[in-house]
């Protein structure tokens, strides 16, 4: 593809995507060809300064001017880049222009989207779009979902490929929230109706896998010995990304089962964190309730790096087929922003760089990188094991 840049940042200017610019400061390959865009054409300045106190060249690095309110701009940005990578958000706010102009150019794109009903309106606007061109569409490249999709991807790896397997997973972290992600979780639980319409629209178009059985096992709050541990269901995207993988790839089996989860030490942890979610579900329903919410966070703050050090996740993923039980543990630091950002990061230079099966459309992370993302994220300190 001759396109003036591999990679194009788009919303470098937020929290997160100012710590991707720093992570593609230190460790894209030299050569890479990649840009800053941004609707501030001086906050993006301030941005290229921050990276060139990493590496000097930096301070020639390209800075584009587009803005999603602004279609055209968004699509010079589709037009120069092979990949896109955007954290402009809340997703279901600004993030179609940036998949339609992808979908039609035929560039790839990848973002940190955790938000359901903007991925299913995109499979419905944009999939066919995308086939047609050539577009790799991959959302939720940040702890949404990467660690679910391609630690049950690494779970699976560990079996037989013709035994059915149930893999449930659990999720621990410690870690603080940034302003944009919270406003886009509220956005999300204000649009509850839309959310179900959006599901059942896509599912009006989806093929289904043939021949092979694949469902999300029912799941209900639960004590789990082995963990030592509360688990709750956590309704987030992550195991509707690990279905679609598996729906994608023979290589789950002719029967899969996944289970998802939010684990933690304490039964009171356990009842404060359904009733915080709770609360804020509730709250999120009433236009002055949810601006009076909204303004407990403003957008483009985040943890500091002291914060950030101290964070950590790990994922637990419990596995079990044709006779085998297999326990992987998938681990790293800071999930919200450090290691997110690592994750979005290695995903565009996987899609820009590495030899890839051949896939177009609205893909997941496991489908359209699989074994490749997987040595990158170990080799960028992400912890993947099994016993
Ligand atoms: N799921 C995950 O794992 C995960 C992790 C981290 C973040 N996220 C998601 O990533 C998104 C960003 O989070 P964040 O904390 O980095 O948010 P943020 O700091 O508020 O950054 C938002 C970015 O979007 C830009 N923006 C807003 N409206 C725009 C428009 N009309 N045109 C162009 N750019 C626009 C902002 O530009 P200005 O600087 O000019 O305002 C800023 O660069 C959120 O949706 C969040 O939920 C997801």
Not at 75 to 101: K, M, N, Q, W
Request: proline content about 6%; charged content about 20%.
């Amino acid at each position: 593809m001759a396109r003036e840049y591999d990679i194009v940042l788009f919303g470098a200017t937020g929290f997160t995507g100012t710590l991707t610019a720093e992570y593609l400061a230190r460790h894209a390959p030299a050569g890479t060809r990649w840009a800053l865009a941004g609707r501030n054409r001086d906050k993006l300045a301030a941005v290229r300064d921050r990276l060139a106190a990493i590496d000097p060249a930096l301070t020639k690095l390209p800075l584009l001017t587009a803005d999603a309110t602004d279609p055209a701009s968004v699509r010079a940005v589709a037009s120069a880049a092979r990949v896109v990578i955007t954290t402009v958000g809340p997703y279901i706010a600004h993030g179609e222009p940036v998949v339609a102009a992808c979908a039609e150019a035929g560039t790839d794109y990848v973002d940190l989207t955790g938000e359901p009903e903007f991925v299913d309106r995109a499979y419905v606007r944009h999939h066919a779009r995308a086939v047609e061109t050539g577009a790799r569409l991959v959302h939720s490249c940040g702890f949404d979902s990467i660690p679910y999709d391609l630690g049950v991807y690494y779970t699976v790896r560990q079996f037989p490929d013709d035994v059915p397997i149930a893999v449930e997973g659990f999720m621990q972290a410690s870690a603080t929230v940034s302003g944009g992600t919270f406003h886009s979780a509220v956005t999300a639980f204000s649009r509850l109706r839309s959310l179900a319409q959006a599901a059942r629209d896509r599912r009006r178009l989806e093929a289904r896998p043939v021949g092979r059985q694949v469902r999300g096992t029912a799941v209900r709050p639960k004590r789990v010995a082995v963990l030592d541990a509360w688990a709750l269901p956590a309704p987030t995207i992550d195991p509707q990304v690990v279905l679609r993988s598996a729906r994608a790839l023979d290589r789950y089996g002719p029967r899969f089962s996944y289970g998802h989860y939010v684990a933690v030490k304490r039964l009171r942890t356990a009842l404060g964190l359904a009733g915080g979610v709770g609360a804020m579900i509730a709250l999120a329903q009433l236009r002055p309730t949810r601006e009076w919410l909204l303004a407990r966070k403003p957008a483009g703050d985040g943890p500091t790096p002291e914060q950030r050090a101290r964070s950590w996740f790990k994922v637990t993923f419990l596995a079990e087929g044709g006779g085998k039980r297999v326990r992987t543990e998938i681990t790293g630091g800071d999930p919200g922003y450090d290691e997110t950002a690592k994750m979005l990061a290695e995903s565009a230079l996987c899609l820009a760089f590495d030899d890839l099966p051949p896939t177009a459309g609205q893909v997941t992370p496991a489908t359209a990188m699989g074994d490749a993302l997987l040595d990158r994220l170990v080799a960028a300190g992400i912890g993947f094991t099994s016993r």
